[in-house]
């Protein structure tokens, strides 16, 4: 997967601008405040439907403007041509659109545009909250999957409705036999979806282990082993994990289990006024040779790992569904030592298009892939340097 080029307008303080992009690597350069950063998370917005940075729509549009408009051409693998486009406005509306067709919800680009980002805040996926490694794994593995997509976002609306009802409860809102009847209702359904997204996360997690074993062996040249496991919230996931260590989850007798467990606690959940317990709560190990590095790995241990797993992650879509998808690099490399930045361009450039935004021209001296375009970035204002380069 490539992107040709786009057309950005009132994007941060980017300046209005057409850019056309190499298929292999694209350098954009520039001083910390210039506008390198912006122009990725532009190029990124329609892979989530929404900023990596922020939430809100009006801290995405210039000062000057009332609204911002971005659209892309991209080069599918099948070799066709996707126009991707998406507009907000400070009255909080927002668009998108596919070849021209309107998108009404963000779960349907998942897996449209497929990007991979990595930015110093990388490294909290390692050492970050345990929402950060869920949404690792979930959003991963709804590329590939949208029967898990359907799951998981049906499990995020029931419990929301269960959280609402709670705290209906709790401020005598409504009435407590009638709501007992209702938690049921909500718990059993919650239940089906649970068993689809816990097993879909302990699939994903087998699938990542092996190529986060083999990037970081390529990037550290030695043979720790990396490894991703799934740690559940629930007990009856747990005992049908230590069950069946080999073999997939039995969905529908797992569902009867969660519900059970679901069920036994809803006294307590009625007085806490929250739901206690549920794959909302899961979390992921990351272990270099048994270590677990979320306690005891190093700043250098922890950054290496989380490079090797989100490399991991394009390498697991590509076994699903032979896409490789973007890889947008911000200021990375100056995290890395000389020897980790040198393997880490070889190894993406060698299959992806690649963006790099980076202020030091010693993180990119000397690296010359075969197809390179760059440019210097002043003010929001791009200017083509291929021929400067360090």
């Known amino acids: 997967m490539r992107i040709l080029s786009a057309t950005v307008n009132g994007f941060r303080n980017l300046k209005e601008t057409s850019l056309t992009f190499s298929p292999g690597v694209n350098l954009v350069l520039g001083r910390n405040g210039e506008g390198k950063t912006n122009l990725l998370e532009a190029l990124n917005y329609l892979a989530l439907g ?66 991979v980002f990595f930015n110093p805040d ?18 991963g ?11 998981l ?17 709790k401020k005598g809102m409504t009435n407590p036999a009638e709501a007992r009847r209702e938690l049921e209702s909500w718990n059993r359904e919650l239940s089906v979806h649970a068993a689809e997204v816990c097993s879909g996360r302990r699939e994903y997690a087998d699938l990542l282990t092996p190529f986060s074993y083999s990037n970081h062996k390529l990037l ?35 569902a009867a289990d969660i519900f059970t467990e679901i069920d036994y606690i809803m006294d307590s959940e009625i007085r806490r ?5 549920g794959p909302q709560l899961d979390d992921f190990e990351v272990l270099l040779n048994g270590v677990d590095l979320r306690v005891f790995g190093s700043q250098g241990e922890t950054r290496t790992a989380a490079i090797a797993m989100i490399l991991a992650r394009s390498d697991v879509l590509y076994q ?18 000389r020897h980790r930045t040198r393997r880490l361009q070889e190894m993406s ?42």
């Open 273 to 277: 006024c929250r739901p206690l317990i």
């Open 141 to 151: 593995l709804s590329e590939f999957d949208p029967l898990f997509l359907s799951h």
């Open 220 to 254: 550290t040249d030695n043979e720790l082993r990396l490894s991703f496991s799934y740690c559940p919230n629930l007990e009856c996931v747990k005992s049908h994990l230590k069950n069946d260590p080999e073999k997939p989850f039995q969905k529908e007798r797992l």
């Open 50 to 115: 929404r900023s990596h940075r922020s939430s809100k729509s009006d801290d995405l549009i210039n000062f000057t403007a009332e609204a911002l408009h971005v659209s892309l051409e991209v080069e599918e693998e099948s070799g066709s041509v996707l126009s991707c486009e998406f507009g907000l406005e400070r009255s909080g509306s927002r668009r998108f659109r596919l070849d021209g067709e309107a998108v009404r919800r963000r779960a349907d680009l998942v897996g449209r545009l497929v990007t």
């Open 153 to 169: 976002t049906a499990l995020q609306r029931v419990t929301r409705q269960k959280t609402g009802l709670l705290r209906d409860l």
């Open 320 to 337: 699903k569904r032979n896409i490789r998808p973007v890889l947008f690099f911000d200021d990375i490399f100056s995290e890395l030592d």
């Open 122 to 139: 990388s490294i909290r996926l390692v050492r970050g909250a345990p929402q950060r490694r869920r949404h690792f794994t979930d959003h």
């Open 349 to 390: 450039s060698r299959h992806h298009q690649v963006f790099v935004a980076t202020a030091r021209a010693d993180d990119i001296a000397n690296w010359r892939p075969e197809e390179i375009k760059a440019w210097n970035v002043q003010e929001g204002v791009f200017t083509e340097a291929t021929d400067e380069l360090p």
